[in-house]
């Protein structure tokens, strides 16, 4: 059994603490690198801060370090170009840990009907940030945000849309904070949960069905 941080110790804990973070938007530590196209970010402790709307036919961002921002500054970040390849906007299924999304705008291509092509895939980690940010996906099992045994991670102020899928996905995922984020889904759940999911708070959330999709 996997001990529990001390101070994440609370079942129903408050947002993950930023200050025990190495990166924190507004006042971040670490090395500051402008980056104008799709890549994989590599270098633990840096703030990566896109300087222009990208676009690429693959997975746009994998992220191959722990402690690592990704400032989108409002660009947009679309993937999926040309319906070649199954693909991902934000891609961390390597397990990075403290990993912050912030001001980024991603959308899977509208012409793109590879299936299980996510906004944003987490998977094996723990203690993120996703703030201030809108995913968007159209092809079939493609969920705006799917976490896979994903905890400890504050998710506020985010815009999630999905036409064939649902918007969010938890799926043994604990821990995790959401506030103020909207969800919007044609089919399935706004925000389903699934599994060993437990102590997630949900806090002041606006749901959009669709004619074939359900709330939580």
Same mark, same amino acid.
């Given at each position: ?6 101070? =994440?110790?609370?079942? =129903? ?24 196209? !799709?890549? /994989? ?18 997975? !746009?961002?994998? #992220? ?7 400032? !989108? ?7 999926? &170009? ?5 693909? *991902?906007?934000? /891609? ?9 999304? %912030?001001?980024?705008? &991603? ?30 996906? &159209? ?8 976490? /896979? ?11 999630? *849309? ?5 918007? %969010? ?20 759940? *706004?925000?389903? #949960? ?9 806090? /002041? ?10 709330? #939580?």
């Amino acid at each position: 059994v996997e001990d529990i941080p001390e101070n =994440l110790a609370d079942p =129903l804990p408050d947002l993950v603490p930023l200050g025990e973070r190495n990166l924190v938007l507004g006042g971040q530590r670490g090395v500051l690198g402008d980056i104008s196209s !799709c890549q /994989n970010l590599t270098t633990a402790n840096t703030v990566y801060t896109l300087t222009a709307d990208v676009s690429t036919d693959e997975t !746009c961002f994998n #992220i191959r370090a722990h402690n690592v921002t990704l400032d !989108c500054q409002n660009n947009v970040v679309t993937y999926g &170009v040309g319906d070649f390849h199954v693909s *991902m906007g934000i /891609n961390n299924s390597a397990g990075y840990e403290n990993i912050t999304i %912030a001001n980024c705008n &991603v959308t899977q291509d509208e012409f793109s009907s590879q299936s299980e092509s996510h906004a944003a895939y987490f998977e094996g980690t723990h203690g993120n940030v996703i703030i201030n940010s809108s995913f968007s996906t &159209v092809s079939t099992d493609s969920r705006a945000m799917l976490f /896979n045994n994903t905890n400890w991670t504050n998710i506020t102020d985010n815009f999630f *849309m999905a036409t064939s899928a649902s918007a %969010a996905e938890l799926t043994d995922s604990s821990y995790n904070n959401l506030t103020d984020n909207d969800y919007s889904a044609s089919i399935g759940g *706004m925000l389903a #949960i699934y599994d060993a999911s437990d102590f997630n708070q949900i806090i /002041n959330s606006t749901l959009a069905a669709g004619v074939s999709s359900a709330g #939580i």
